[in-house]
């Protein structure tokens, strides 16, 4: 495990731009994001006054999507450096704060929206739950149909899908204070359907895949399971407490390598995919592998 910067005050939601190379991150409480570039292998800093963004992605034209906290929207930042919302409501009902994010190859964009942003004083701006609870949404921003998914994860935080996106793997951060309770600290993992019928009659057919058959995928023992990437292999890599685990498909633990700061989030890049990225507390830090990111393969 290689530390390429510090001075965050909490990082989380890193991004490899392929064609920049550089990773992007976000400080949350310093409402800013942090850029390490591969060419001159230094930290700085990317943007401020951000709105306390949190986790992003790209989608398949390279646009960064992004989760922000101040503005409780998803965002995306084009091609010219603008950036504007795509989605900040719910029917009539403002978002929590989104969180984590993850792009389909049909384009959909999956978010989740757990209550950080507006219950913890320096990820946003204080406020209430408007729709009463905490979803798992897709966006169709082609169409502009927003869907909820998922509603049987306390908190959702972090989310990725398989290689072959049947899968959709997210992650319950909710409060458990001690390990092995059974209870959260979980990675929850869901069949993505296709031409199933989401509800009775034709008029309740999604235009979508349909998420059914929530189980529990691991428990995280050191911490939380707050972001995770998937390899090509299937494999889940994701922060757990101080150290980063990665899974087998059928939840075996392969690997465990400890970072000595409590991990956020975490991504692959690199010039091939192998260089998974972590965002760890003040820090950013880069361990090399031999797998590559499953969500690289495809852009």
């Known amino acids: 495990m290689e530390r390429l910067g510090t001075g965050s005050t909490w990082a989380e939601g890193p991004v490899w731009l392929p064609t ?7 400080d949350i409480p310093g409402n800013r994001i942090l850029r390490w570039d591969e060419g001159t292998e230094g930290l700085t800093v990317h943007a401020d006054g951000v709105e ?13 999507v992004a989760c922000s906290h101040g503005r409780r929207a998803v965002e995306r930042t084009e091609a010219d450096g603008s950036t504007h919302v795509l989605v900040d409501r719910f029917g009539d009902k403002r978002f929590n704060s989104p969180n984590d994010v993850v792009v389909a190859r049909d384009g959909a964009i999956w978010f989740t929206d757990p209550p950080y942003g507006i219950t913890v004083e320096v990820e946003g701006h204080e406020g209430f739950r408007e729709y009463g609870d905490n979803f798992v949404f897709r966006l169709d921003p082609a169409t502009g149909e927003l ?13 990725a899908f ?54 529990v995928f691991v428990e995280v023992d050191r911490g939380l399971a ?43 890049g690199g010039a091939d995919g192998t260089d998974l990225f972590v965002a760890a507390s003040t820090s950013l830090y880069r361990l090399r592998t031999t797998a590559v ?3 690289l393969t495809w852009r």
């Open 20 to 26: 920049e190379r550089a990773c992007i991150f976000s």
């Open 52 to 64: 306390f963004t949190n986790g992003r992605t790209l989608d398949g034209q390279g646009r960064v």
């Open 147 to 159: 869907r909820v998914v998922v509603t049987d994860v306390e908190e959702p935080n972090g989310l």
């Open 162 to 215: 398989s290689p072959d996106e049947s899968l959709l793997y997210v992650a319950d951060t909710s409060a458990a204070p001690t390990p092995g309770n059974g209870t959260h600290r979980l990675i929850r993992v869901y069949d993505v359907l296709t031409g199933v019928r989401g509800g009775r009659g034709a008029e309740a057919v999604p235009s979508g895949p349909v998420v059914k058959n929530g189980r």
């Open 226 to 268: 707050d972001g995770f990437r998937v390899d090509t292999a299937g494999n889940v890599w994701t922060s757990n407490g101080d150290a980063v685990t990665v899974f087998a498909p059928d939840g075996t633990r392969l690997l465990e390598v400890v970072v000595g700061e409590v991990v956020a989030n975490v991504c692959f």
């Open 293 to 295: 990111g499953a969500d």
